[in-house]
């Protein structure tokens, strides 16, 4: 937005057509942040998502490895 105000002043616009002009790259570029945010966000949620549930699988592999599962029936009298 304050590009837009200083090449509206070197060029000598009016102030109108320079806040007309700052208000729309105002919301063209909150849009593209909108989106360049809603991709990160799917992004680091699908990665920490994918190692959650490998940290999960490795867990109850181990926990079933060392036999300690609770579906097994106890061995007790």
Do not use: C, H
């Not at 320079?18 to 799917?42: K, R, S, T």
């Amino acid at each position: 937005m304050a590009l837009v105000v200083v090449r509206g002043t070197l060029f000598g616009e009016f102030a109108d057509q320079v806040a007309i002009e700052a208000i729309v790259a105002l919301i063209v570029f909150a849009a593209i942040g909108w989106v360049a945010g809603w991709i990160a966000d799917y992004l680091v949620r699908d990665a920490v998502e994918v190692a959650f549930r490998r940290r999960v699988d490795w867990y109850r592999q181990g926990v079933a490895e060392a036999g300690l599962l609770e579906n097994k029936p106890s061995e007790e009298p």
